[in-house]
């Protein structure tokens, strides 16, 4: 059963037509106070937490030891779609913990299953430790909130210092420069590559299409507004398949043993990416440490500042929590106070997302593989700022599937990358009608 939406957007702010409009088998989002759930506990307070984040038991026992008052028992997760569907089978079961780290365009689906609790009230205060476009991220409408936002993926360009060097070649500023960098190294190294077009990975092309001011998802009047191959993201589209059809860049997908060798030997001598770039290259190319830079994403207009971001989670708290505050209250510490955060940076290799830790005594030094770039977080912190805002919908599983087959088939048979976005959309719509979402023409 479909809720109405008619009287609710007459008598409520956007907010409450969002979390509505999310409805799907008669459950809708609840704010964390519907129930008084989230008034300020009395005596000791048993809170469960599942997260997948590597020792983050630190930062558990950190909070234990300084709150006596609010205990938290965590429980290590498999990370990605694996938490989701854990998370959905026990709110279904009615035994979920109270709060779950979850990715940034996970929260939808969760919050449309009536998982996630809106948090709106009690995160006001810390809204402004965040950037806008990574507040963005864990907000749906004006100004309902699903999470606390943890650590952040601000795309940036990867690119090897020496081979630049040996060939002559600057580093782009604008996509128009990257796409003639491509061509100019072909032209002198014919069994090198700029970089390569990776049909395996989705999550890379959200993240390039919100530099390009892409929106996806978003909400019109009692309808999702599905937009998948918006204008933006057709540029972005055209861009990189002109310049695969053409032979400038390769295409092979990434986070495979071909593409590590191309990394380690300079067959690829760059790699728009994002933040944790540093430890897939230490990982998968240790032969070239100290051989790489970052510099900021090429632009689509000279003089533009924008990035898009690749990856990231947040914090949420579940609508069966009997004690959402002290949940919220945990939330906020472990990603936004200094002794929490710290120990993310630390102990857990994670770039928060907080703004005042982006600048932690703990990032003044740079990524180990990069020793020759001083200012490597400074120029992050720079880069993050200006993350695009995005909007994520209740059926990204579906659009990143299809992007993986039609970009996959795009690339085999050598056709325009425009109609794989098309193929996105689609398949994406035809799923959300599927399921009960009601979307708007």
Known sequence: ??????????????????????????????????????????GKVELSFW??????????????????????????????????????????????????????????????NNVLA?????????????????????TLGTDAVYGIPQDSGPMMLYYRTDLFAKYGLTVPATWDEFAQTARTLRAKSPKQYLTTFSANDPGWFAGLAQQADAS???????????????????KVADYWGGLVREGAIDGQPMYTPAWNKALNDGTLLAWPSAIWAPGVLAGNAPDTKGKWAMAPMPQWTAGENRTGNWGGSSTGVTDASKNKAAAV????????????TDILIRECAVYPAARDAQSSPLL??????????????AQAKAIADTAAGFTWGPNVNVAYDTYKDAFGKAITDKTPFPAAVDAMQTATVNDMRKNGFTVAE
């Open 118 to 138: 809106d948090i709106a009230k009690q995160a006001a205060p810390v809204k402004d430790r965040f950037a806008e476009g990574i507040w963005q991220q864990v």
């Open 364 to 377: 003044q030094e740079p990524p180990e593989f990069f020793p020759g770039q001083r200012d490597f977080y």
């Open 1 to 42: 059963m479909r809720l109405s939406l008619g009287t609710r957007l007459l008598a409520f702010t956007l907010t409450t037509a969002v979390a509505t409009a999310l409805a799907t088998a008669g459950c809708t989002a609840k704010s964390a106070d519907d129930d008084g759930a989230a008034a300020e506990p009395t």
């Open 329 to 340: 209250r945990f939330a906020i510490w472990l990603n936004s106070d200094q002794a929490g």
């Open 216 to 234: 996806w998802w978003g909400v019109q009047g009692e309808a999702w507004k599905v937009t998948v191959n918006d204008a933006a993201t057709k």
């Open 51 to 112: 997260s997948w984040a590597p020792n983050i038991d630190k930062a558990v026992d950190a909070w234990n030891a300084a709150n006596p008052n609010i205990h938290v028992t965590l429980s290590k997760q498999a990370g990605g779609g694996d938490i989701v569907t854990k998370l959905l089978t026990a709110a279904k079961a009615g035994n979920p913990p109270d709060l779950a780290q979850v990715e940034y365009q996970s929260l939808p689906t969760l919050v449309s």
